[in-house]
């Protein structure tokens, strides 16, 4: 079963770096996006992007464009979701560990609910201000900061118990900085999903590996202890 969940987190991951930029070039063609595209560091991306997309943008158009790749972003996202609850019935976590883990899998779950939510109320309902807004401000951003704040307490854990998944451990323990990267930087938050997207691929790719019997071996060394917003979802 391991097994299974870990290739549909890979595929989610590789789908979701495919999906994520155009998500984020979609959006900063629509009339609330545009304005970020006086950002150099944003222009300097999006300009070659939006060259190698065109026809995709102009066959669609960029609001369908938008709304598909949201969808996408969504089922990945639910794929992730399932991972890190399968990686966490492995951990058999305790202590303040377990306290993290839920802050993250509850933060998971409450964003992917208002992500789904906002993917099929997008394309049902005319996209007002107050109906995206409600989403943005009800579901998806208390589950993203929750998971934000849960997974970087859970990959510092890790980091500090030498935990063996290392390159999990360093993409959640830096899920805050890299997503106001993505956010701020490169434009659009769905980009900041990646990186926990792919430590919980990474993670449990380990898991698969791993005895499904007791907490995960470690080494400790010796001596230390509006619309416009819920268009940016994330």
């Known amino acids: 079963m391991m097994s299974v969940v870990s ?9 979701g770096s495919l999906v994520a930029p155009v998500v984020a070039v979609s959006y900063l063609h629509t009339p609330e996006g545009v304005e970020y595209l006086e950002q150099p560091s944003i222009a300097a991306w999006v300009a070659p992007a939006t060259a190698l997309l065109r026809p995709l943008l102009d066959g669609l158009g960029v609001d369908r464009v938008y709304l598909l790749g949201t969808q996408a972003m969504a089922v990945s996202w639910l794929a992730t979701v399932v991972a890190a609850l399968a ?3 492995r951990r058999r976590p305790a202590g303040l560990e377990r306290v993290w883990w ?5 933060g998971y779950a409450w964003f992917a609910a208002g992500l789904l939510g906002f993917g ?3 394309g049902l309902l005319p996209p007002t201000d107050a109906v995206m807004d ?3 401000l009800a579901g998806m951003l208390p589950g993203l900061l929750a998971s934000l704040i849960g997974s970087s307490l859970l990959g510092i ?3 500090r118990r030498r935990d063996p ?3 999990a451990a360093w993409l959640l323990a830096l899920a805050v900085p890299l997503w106001l990267f993505a956010n701020l930087v490169l434009g659009h938050n769905s980009i900041g999903l990646l990186p926990l997207m792919w430590a919980w691929a990474l993670a449990s790719r380990s898991a698969v590996r791993r005895p499904r019997s007791g907490p995960v071996p470690v080494t400790r060394p010796g001596s230390r202890s509006g619309r416009r917003w819920a268009a940016r979802w994330g």
């Open 134 to 136: 409600g989403i943005f």
């Open 157 to 159: 854990g890790m980091l």
């Open 102 to 106: 839920w802050i993250a899998l509850l």
């Open 165 to 167: 998944d290392r390159g």
């Open 87 to 89: 990686v966490a019935r």
């Open 7 to 15: 290739r549909l987190a890979l595929t989610a991951a590789l789908l």
């Open 120 to 122: 099929l109320l997008a």
